[in-house]
């Protein structure tokens, strides 16, 4: 049973339009991340949140932006979608780190982009 | 600069072994992450090592050395449902996790 949702999963869309990806997490969880995925590559973390009104951005330089009102949601953003954009977006969520410092993500199903 | 080495892709038969290594060169050392990531799926964590030595948990072993920027993911008594993508992941100075790429593993009846 899943505990971070993300719609949609699956999204085709032509140039130029606005989009929102949304995630949302019922874990209480204060960390919040959003990582590019495109196949055989490794993830590329382009935005996280440590906790309400709390945002930066990653390593991956990105067109996107991300707001975060609630604690349990982290949409993100494509204010004009390009080809460039395609890819698969995956959301997670960690706690604090305990006393084993593990901090271990938990991820969504993904949303896979495609723009025309 | 940062990165994680992994091998793209391996095969190994079902009911074997199979060790995945992952080396790493990373700005500081505060843990090392393996997950595993069916294809069209999101990555499940696995194991996390952070001392050096070997962490076994069920058919899966995670290996740590520190020193020699090493790790390496052993999965014992192969089932058809490992056949996934395995992460290796670092976490840096500055608590930020290093992925790399992911090694493919294929499992042949």
């Known amino acids: 049973e899943a505990d971070i949702y993300q719609t949609p999963r699956y999204l085709v869309i032509g140039t130029g339009k606005k989009i929102t990806l949304e995630c949302s997490q019922t874990m209480g969880h204060d960390k919040m991340y959003w990582y590019q995925q495109d196949p055989g590559m490794e993830l590329h973390l382009i935005h996280y949140?440590?906790?309400?009104?709390?945002?930066e951005k990653g390593d991956l330089s990105s067109e996107s932006t991300v707001s975060r009102i609630r604690t349990e949601h982290f949409p993100l953003t494509l204010e004009s979608a390009r080809p460039s954009h395609t890819s698969q977006y995956l959301c997670a969520s960690s706690e604090e780190p305990s006393g084993s410092g593990a901090n271990v993500l938990t991820f969504g199903a993904g949303s896979r982009l495609t723009v025309l | 600069g940062q990165n994680i080495d992994q091998p793209t892709e391996m095969t190994a038969t079902e009911g074997a072994i199979v060790q995945i290594n992952c080396t790493y060169q990373?700005?500081?050392?505060?843990?090392l992450f393996w997950y595993q990531q069916h294809a069209g799926e999101a990555p499940t964590f696995l194991s996390y090592n952070v001392l050096d030595g070997l962490e076994e948990k069920g058919r899966f072993s995670s290996f740590l050395s520190r020193s020699k920027g090493y790790s390496y993911l052993l999965l014992k008594e192969l089932q058809m449902k490992d056949s996934a993508s395995y992460l290796c992941a670092v976490r840096d100075s500055n608590y930020q996790l290093i992925w790399g790429a992911g090694t493919k593993l294929i499992i042949k009846p």
């Open positions: 949140s440590y906790g309400v009104n709390s945002t």
């Open positions: 990373t700005s500081g050392f505060n843990g």
